[in-house]
């Protein structure tokens, strides 16, 4: 008896490579606005939302990097935009910076043989700490590692703060403007040591605050607003701990449970708040310290990954980059005892996400017939207008199959569930750009 099998048509490239992603979303210093790399158009550009409003603006046309390999940083007066950009995707960015209102570009730094990144501006917004492997002025000749330098907001000055032979990484301001901070290692034998440490904003006076033992990765995060205290991460016990280091003292106050992965960020801004990410259970969520007591609060997101959790309207709400299994990356706000929304998605206007949970998947290119059922899948949603049965294109991530274990890459044709049980298209809160809808989570 003859078998009559047939090969699905392949997926275009084009289909999948339309698919919209955001990257590095970061809160203005007033708490009012979040800036963000954003490739909906085609092409990645600069783009801030009022976080008020949720009315989003394109702030850049054409300006800034084609691949994100490196950041951004927002100026203390949130008047400008500070970013590196490299030429032909050689990985030697130069810096520049972008005037929000007006979208006009001026250009900090060329050297072609340095990457640098931009991390902080200081305080009084007279200087950005950069990252960069130029070479040090005493040896213009020698090839440089990846030090913490300085610039003038202008560019007119440059010079370094550390000369360490192992990369460094950090560069953030105390709040009084005095104190940098930073992670590297001196230990020449253990090339995993990770040590924290400060040094005067003028290159002096550098000294080592935060080492738990040899060999650990101790790390620091944010400074509190008292200029003396910083987060801090240690896996000095088997796992990452966190916990805030005195600067003056080098005294640890541990905040997080041992054996449960946990890593320090940030502070509000009155300091009353500390904010950590938590991998446990298969899930990555904030929680939430009270600095003085240690009580946590755990914000019960939906199961996925919740990361870079950001203070803003006055310390009230927390800026949360979340996605699910059945979700795609969204920024979503968490106010007490409200639920998370969704303010900008990763989908085009007015998508809709239907939940693919234990359906067949096929791979658009391979022997036919192939077909694997999973429990879940990171998928990419089809449009609110498609309200059919049509197999429609996904991007997924695939656990244990052999595919997953040698690293190959496949694309899978993913079957949506029946056309009554779409969900209903979310209503667009930000001038046309995005979605808005409601998920659920515990006060």
Known sequence: MAVVTSREARIPLEELCRLPSFFFPQVS?????????????GRIELYVMDLATKAIRQVSH????????????????????????DAGGNEQHDLYKIEVETGEVTQLSKD?????????????????????????PESPDRPGQLNLWKIRADG????????Y?????????????????????EDLANLKNRDGYVVRRDGTGAKKIFSVRPGSQDTL???????????????????NRAGIVDAQTGAVRWYSPERIEEHALRFSKNGKWLVTI??????????????????????????????????????????????????????VERRSRRSCTVRVTSRPVRSCRPSFTSTAARPASGSAGSTHSRSSWSTAASSCSSRTSEARPATASIFGTPPSRTGAARTWRMSPPAPNTWPP???????????????????
């Open 29 to 41: 210093w007033k708490g009012d606005k979040v800036g963000f790399y954003w490739d909906k158009s």
């Open 221 to 239: 995060g944010d400074w509190h607003p008292d200029s003396r205290r910083i987060a801090a991460t240690s896996d000095a016990s088997g796992q």
């Open 425 to 443: 298209c979310p209503t667009s809160t930000a001038t046309g750009s995005s979605c808005s809808a409601e998920a659920t989570a515990g006060s």
């Open 112 to 136: 072609p043989a340095a990457e640098e990144h931009a991390i902080q501006f200081s305080p009084d917004d007279r200087w950005l700490t950069v990252g960069t492997n130029k070479r040090l």
């Open 165 to 185: 032979a192992f990369p460094v990484f950090g560069g953030l301001w105390s709040d009084d403007g005095e104190w940098i901070s930073y992670v590297t290692n």
């Open 156 to 163: 007119s000055e440059y010079v370094p703060l550390t000369r």
């Open 278 to 331: 938590r991998n446990e259970e298969s899930q990555v969520r904030p929680i939430l310290y009270d600095v003085d007591s240690g009580k946590a609060r755990d914000l019960k997101l939906p199961a996925g990954f919740a990361l870079g959790a950001q203070f803003f309207a006055n310390d009230t709400k927390l800026l949360i980059n979340c996605s699910t299994d059945v979700t795609r990356s969204a920024l």
């Open 62 to 85: 054409g300006e800034v990097p084609r691949a994100m390999r490196t950041g951004f940083a927002w100026s203390r007066d949130d008047r400008f935009i500070a970013f590196g950009k």
